[in-house]
């Protein structure tokens, strides 16, 4: 469990690398609060049962850093959305279902009532 927290600091700091790139300011305020973050855990003993969780929760903010925040520029009247490899993209399938519409027959709407 020694190197656990160091690589998931790594990891954190590595996510927000990529997140944040090329945007100096929220990059830096992100390495100050993963920084303040782990220092704050840093006197508990390794058996201490709140640190596990706290790791857990440090890999998941990790993982949606790196998949879901896209940051956009602008340019223009026009955004240029930044998305690089680990930027998770969906199939859109949802909203393509939403758009059909349902077999509500012999439902009784709310003026039938």
Avoid: W
Avoid at 10 to 36: H, S, W, Y
Avoid at 84 to 95: K, L, M, Q, Y
Wanted: hydrophobic content about 35%; overall charge positive; some cysteine.
């Amino acid at each position: 469990m020694a190197t656990r927290p160091v690589q998931t600091y790594r990891n954190l700091l590595r996510a927000a690398r990529i997140a944040f790139q090329g945007d100096e300011p929220v990059l830096a305020a992100a390495k100050q609060t993963i920084r303040q973050g782990f220092r704050d855990k840093a006197s508990l003993p390794p058996t201490d049962p709140s640190i596990a969780p706290a790791l857990q929760h440090a890999e998941e903010v990790a993982s949606f850093l790196k998949a879901n925040v896209v940051q956009g520029k602008r340019e223009g009247d026009v955004y240029k959305l930044r998305i690089h490899e680990h930027t998770e993209r969906g199939d859109n399938e949802s909203i393509k279902q939403a758009g059909k519409k349902t077999d509500l027959s012999g439902v009784k709407c709310c003026s039938e009532r």
